[in-house]
């Protein structure tokens, strides 16, 4: 039965272009998944947008001499750009600069602030001596008080995993510039999590299935909770929306806490770009909905903890009650997919020493279905992964060009030359009822891992298909078969329709080779539909782009679809063509570290 689907995709933060790092924890696996949820018949809404409010914006903007909105609206561009090329099926791609927004910040702000889970409180903040400006907690790094890490950032250990604040750490510094940050009194309004903590546990407690990673940490993170400042001194950001703080320049609601409400405002915003306002409570408010949340590990805090305290701040469920918010009983999330960290050398890809891939130069010269593959075959899942370009060659040659890439053209290229269409099969055999159930049963196998965002496995499955296949046609020759026609077509009937079936399983996987699949096959019209640019604009407001599509009108489904005798052959092309092996030595020359 159709299910309505959320895919809440992490939200990349335009202070610069995004690296592949980036798109192998919240975009690709985020996008295998919605595509396969589509094809199965569910109803699914996915949504992002740019991250873009926060000291680092206002700091990037100095450094490039432009305005915070400026630079906000320059990389909303480039990073909006890059997700279309790479296939990502977003029904709403938006970024959290809009009145709509807003909006839905403050009055989520205002329902937890009236159910008493966010409360004024004065504390320490750190200031930049040499700007004034607030330093925000994850710009501060210093010794962990508890576990001794030396690289311990301002909100958390990430090497004990402690909720730290920027005055427990030892001997702290900006990241920014390396000084020492001044401390100073100041009141801020802090999201109060210990008395969200037991209302936390119990529902934490019925998440048996997520993945282990997430578990452990959140269960961790729920052991010593504090409550955690939402509000910061700086003058980009959402306004606080009361009575003797709205009109103060430099306080503001901090970036960490309006980006996560930004899957609510980006659902909101949807329905009424589509023309059904109340559409979006379909995802939300009806319990039957399923909500799977994307990102890297440095976010979980983020999905398993903090968005989940503040949708039960807002419906009444904390520890001490309250009144249902403004937007009724939200749903909470159902799964938060969380991958681990692809690394360059053994290291976290760092822009400032150069050591970084951007999705946008990778796309010009690679295409998009090759770094989607190696992302699902050999990306983060379950734990860091090192790419390299040799590997990256490696994978896109052997198993790419030479397993799908091959399978696909020779069985096209020998029933167009030999038939010119799809030929009958008239003498089936064991071996070729053999090929069919394998691939008839995958259909059930593959699509029970990509529900659990099994990738990996659900693309070796997928490509057990192919090697059976290929393997197939090795072993029957259909070219030495001249005098036996009616065997020669019952072979590459059994061919071509297992490459379809094939098609099938790796179409959320490679989304634009599977368009080609399809037409080389002698179908038309749309099999993997692609996102598009729209421009919209707001009122008093610039003109910005946003990613949507027509996903659900796509001819794609999730079973076996026979193929037709009779159908039209044309010769076809090579899919991914081969790489050149000296490049997994260099890598590409824009690629290259001095």
């Not at 490509?463 to 290929?470: K, L, S």
């Not at 640019?533 to 599509?549: A, K, Q």
Request: proline residues 6%; hydrophobic residues 35%; aromatic residues 10%.
């Amino acid at each position: 039965m159709a299910s309505h689907v959320l895919t809440s995709v992490a939200w990349p933060y335009a202070n610069g272009p995004r690296h592949i790092g980036h798109v192998s924890g919240f975009g690709v696996p985020s996008d295998v998944f919605s595509r396969y949820m589509r094809m199965s018949g569910h109803n699914v809404l996915m949504v992002s947008g740019t991250d873009e409010h926060g000291t680092p914006i206002s700091v990037q903007a100095e450094a490039e001499g432009v305005t915070a909105r400026e630079l906000a609206d320059k990389y909303n561009g480039v990073i909006t750009r890059d997700l279309q090329g790479l296939g990502l099926s977003y029904d709403l791609f938006t970024r959290t600069t809009t009145r709509n927004h807003y909006r839905v910040v403050q009055e989520l702000f205002t329902a937890l602030f009236k159910n008493g889970y966010v409360v004024p409180k004065k504390a320490m903040g750190a200031i930049s001596p040499s700007t004034g400006r607030t330093l925000p907690d994850r710009y501060i790094e210093g010794t962990c008080p508890i576990c001794g890490y030396d690289n311990a950032r301002g909100d958390q250990c990430d090497n004990c995993g402690n909720q730290l604040d920027p005055i427990d750490l030892i001997n702290p510094r900006s990241r920014i510039n390396g000084e020492v940050p001044r401390f100073v009194e100041t009141e801020h309004f802090f999201l109060d999590l210990p008395a969200l903590s037991g209302s936390l546990d119990k529902w934490l407690a019925t998440k048996t299935e997520w993945r282990p990673n997430v578990l452990r940490f959140s269960h961790n993170l729920l052991a010593d909770l504090k409550p955690r400042a939402i509000t910061r001194d700086l003058d980009w950001g959402v306004p606080i929306p009361l009575d003797g703080w709205r009109d103060q320049s430099m306080k503001r609601i901090y970036v960490w806490f309006d980006a996560v409400i930004g899957y609510l405002s980006a659902s909101i915003e949807w329905a009424h770009r589509v023309g059904y306002p109340d559409a979006w409570k379909q995802w939300w408010l009806d319990p039957e909905a399923q909500g799977y949340y994307f990102m890297g590990k440095d976010n979980i805090v983020f999905h398993s903890v903090i968005w989940p305290a503040i949708l039960l701040g807002q419906n009444g469920q904390g520890d001490h009650g309250g009144e249902v918010g403004p937007f009724g009983t939200l749903n909470l999330p159902s799964e938060v997919v969380s991958s681990e960290f692809l690394t360059m050398s053994g290291s976290k890809f760092s822009t400032s020493r150069g050591q970084v891939i951007y999705v946008g130069d990778f796309l010009r010269d690679f295409g998009p279905d090759a770094l989607r593959y190696f992302i699902a075959v050999a990306g983060p899942e379950n734990q860091d992964t090192d790419f390299t370009w040799a590997e990256f060659v490696r994978r896109t040659n052997f198993e790419l060009a030479n397993e799908w890439g091959n399978l696909v053209n020779r069985s096209v290229s020998m029933a167009h030359r030999q038939v010119g269409a799809v030929p009958e099969a008239n003498d089936r055999r064991d071996v070729d009822h053999d090929l069919l159930a394998l691939s008839r049963t995958a259909f059930d196998e593959v699509g029970a891992l990509l529900r659990r965002s099994r990738f990996k496995q659900a693309m070796a499955e997928s490509m057990r298909v192919v090697n059976a296949a290929n393997k197939y046609i090795s072993d029957q020759e259909p070219w030495k078969l001249r005098h036996d026609p009616v065997r020669r077509d019952t072979v590459l009937h059994t061919a071509l329709q297992v490459v379809s079936d094939a098609n099938t399983l790796l179409t959320p996987f490679l989304p634009h080779a599977a368009q080609k699949v399809h037409e080389a096959l002698g179908r038309d019209g749309i099999w993997a539909a692609q996102p598009e640019i729209h421009t919209v604009s707001e009122e008093d407001g610039p003109d910005y782009p946003v990613l949507m599509g027509q996903y659900a009108a796509e001819q794609a489904r999730w079973e076996s679809v026979p193929i037709t005798p009779g159908t039209p052959l044309q010769k076809p092309t090579p899919l991914f063509p081969k790489l050149d092996e000296s490049l997994g030595e260099t890598g590409p020359d824009w690629a290259r570290l001095d």
